[in-house]
């Protein structure tokens, strides 16, 4: 039986099961994308500078300049805010490679054509540090995202 990262046994699952075994295919299994990728593929320095100078902004009492967060409205600080993916990553990630020549011939995904996926200006927005992390690792359809 698999074992869990502290060593635990995970209840229901059998030895050498698996969700799906192709990435690509209509129903991917999320681990192997992440497997293949190695690890998250992170930000361009430019795309960040702006993403958050597309994002309204405005002065707090201290002189500060806040963004507002595409959540909730409200105006924070640089350094309370953090850059959220609309859709997530690696649902945007894959749809961005089959449309831009990024699934290589044994089903991988091309890791430059996955990075430029990752930091496209238009799946990404500013958001509260506490937003993005409650978030979690849930699946975000574009179909549920308000525009």
């Given at each position: 039986?698999?074992?869990?990262?502290?060593?635990?046994?995970?209840?229901?699952?059998?030895?050498?099961?698996?969700?799906?075994?192709?990435?690509?295919s209509s129903s991917t299994n999320y681990k192997e994308i992440e497997k293949a990728l190695g690890s998250r593929p992170g930000w361009d320095d430019k795309v960040v500078e702006q993403v958050y100078s597309n994002t309204k902004k405005s002065i707090n009492a201290n002189?500060?300049?806040?963004?507002?967060c595409a959540a909730s409205g409200e105006f924070l600080t640089k350094g309370e805010t953090s850059i959220d993916h609309i859709v997530d990553w690696m649902t945007y990630c894959q749809d961005y490679c089959g449309k831009n020549n990024g699934i290589n011939d044994d089903g991988?995904?091309?890791?430059?054509?996955?990075?430029?996926?990752?930091?496209?200006i238009g799946n990404?927005?500013?958001v509260s540090k506490?937003?993005?992390?409650?978030?979690?690792?849930?699946?975000?359809?574009?179909?549920?995202?308000?525009?």
């Open positions: 039986m698999p074992e869990t990262r502290t060593g635990g046994l995970r209840p229901g699952k059998r030895e050498g099961t698996r969700s799906h075994s192709k990435i690509g002189g500060e300049t806040t963004y507002e991988t995904l091309d890791r430059a054509i996955v990075r430029k996926g990752y930091n496209d990404l927005r500013v506490s937003e993005n992390s409650s978030k979690g690792n849930r699946r975000i359809s574009s179909r549920n995202v308000l525009q």
